[in-house]
Each structure stands twice: as structure tokens, then as C-alpha cells.
């Protein structure tokens, strides 16, 4: 079993949709949370953090549970913009720096 | 402007023929990190350094070294690269703690034949 799994896509969705991304990750050592942006190859570039209490930042809302090893990215009104694929990270608390990415989850926003 | 930089950014290459990949930051971040994306299976870690002097392994360091002799460099050396490290190559670093944000270079596109 992968330490973190995403949904595996593609979710191909009208401008204007409501995506959810689910993620489940079961190290224990699973200190800190991400969702990362890549579009095509590209370098990943920080979405948001995520935090237990939920944060939002515009049409972005994530969410943390740690009782369940969970973690979600809700994007609302979607744009064509938002075609990308997205990344859970995880950042484990082993002494080290060590990091887990999800293998993404792509979506396609269509006019 | 505050940057992660990689050479090359393609490379093609035989066998067996050492090379090294270079990563330069100029934010002075204490950590560093080298990752490889293959697709299926997102980016795994190579190696990280927390410090000048200081790297230890990631998940898949078989096949790679890394040195940090200065604060700024992390280069990534494939004594004898085989076909199965073809792979995109990504730097990052991060200020120092396990909640920063990680700022990644461009990516290096290897191709051993």
C-alpha cells in the first residue's frame, strides 16, 4: 500500500463545477500537509497548506482529519485555469526531512 | 529574484557515463532535497540535507550520491547511470521547517539510453 493515496483520476469537469480531491495517507510520523499544483511537467508550486481546523483561500478549501488520515481540496467554480494536476504531500516528523507525494490526481476544466 | 536552479535541463546520455545535475538556491534555505517523477507514481525522494555536510537518504537513493559542501549547492551524481534512471528530476528546498512551503527548481529531463 502506497504511504499516500489519491484518487486516481482524471476528473474531466464544465467551468463552473464544484471538485473534490480526496487523500489518505498511514504513516504515522505524518507531521504536516500540503496540496501542490503541477501543470505539465512543470516543477510543483504550493497550493495551499493544510491545517486541522480547515483553511480557505478563495475558491480553495481544505480540510485535515487526522483520526481518519485524511486530507481533501475542494475547489469551487471551477476555471479553466484550474486544469492541472494536484499533489498530497506529506512532510514526516522522522527526525529527518523526509516528504511523500501522492501520485496527483489530474483534472481537465472544459469550457 | 529567489530561485531554485538546475543544469542541464535535458539531458541525454549512455550507460555507465557518470554525470552530475546541479541545484542552486539563493534563498539561503537550510534544507535540500532531490526527487525523481515517474509517471504513475508522482515524485519519490532521493536524498535531502538539512545542513552543509549533513544529507541522508530519501526512498529510492540506490544508484545516487549528493554532496552539500556549500549552503547554496546540492548537486546529484550518477556515478554509473543505467536505463532505469531515466526519470524528471526535481530540486527543492525549504527554509528549515517540516510546515514551509518547498520551492522547486525546473526539473532536469535525463535520458540514459
Known amino acids: 500500500r502506497k504511504e499516500v493515496e489519491q484518487d486516481p483520476g482524471p476528473f474531466n469537469v464544465p467551468e463552473g463545477a464544484t471538485v473534490a480531491f480526496n487523500c489518505t495517507y498511514s504513516?504515522?510520523?505524518?507531521?504536516?500537509f500540503f496540496w501542490y499544483r503541477q501543470d505539465c511537467r512543470k516543477e510543483p508550486k504550493l497550493l495551499m497548506s493544510v491545517y486541522s481546523s480547515g483553511n480557505e483561500d478563495g475558491r480553495f478549501t481544505a480540510q485535515l482529519n487526522r483520526a481518519s488520515q485524511y486530507i481533501s481540496l475542494l475547489i469551487r467554480d471551477s476555471k479553466l485555469s484550474d486544469s492541472a494536476t494536484y499533489l498530497c504531500v506529506v512532510n514526516l516528523n522522522t527526525g529527518g526531512f523526509k516528504t511523500i507525494f501522492g501520485a496527483g490526481t489530474r483534472l481537465f476544466v472544459k469550457a | 529574484e529567489a530561485q531554485v536552479t538546475q543544469n542541464p535541463r535535458y539531458l541525454i546520455t549512455v550507460t555507465g557515463k557518470k554525470l552530475t545535475v546541479t541545484c542552486s538556491q539563493n534563498?539561503?534555505?537550510?534544507?535540500m532535497s532531490w526527487y525523481r517523477q515517474d509517471p504513475g507514481l508522482g515524485l519519490r525522494q532521493i536524498y535531502y540535507s538539512m545542513n552543509v555536510e549533513v544529507t541522508d537518504k530519501g526512498d529510492v537513493p540506490e544508484g545516487y550520491k549528493v554532496s552539500r559542501k556549500e549552503k547554496r549547492n546540492f548537486p546529484l551524481i550518477l556515478e554509473s547511470p543505467s536505463p532505469n534512471q531515466t526519470s524528471l528530476y526535481f530540486c527543492a528546498s525549504t527554509p528549515g521547517h517540516l510546515t514551509d512551503t518547498q520551492y522547486f527548481g525546473p526539473g532536469t529531463r535525463l535520458t540514459v539510453l
Open positions: 504513516n504515522s510520523a505524518s507531521q504536516s
Open positions: 534563498m539561503n534555505h537550510e534544507y
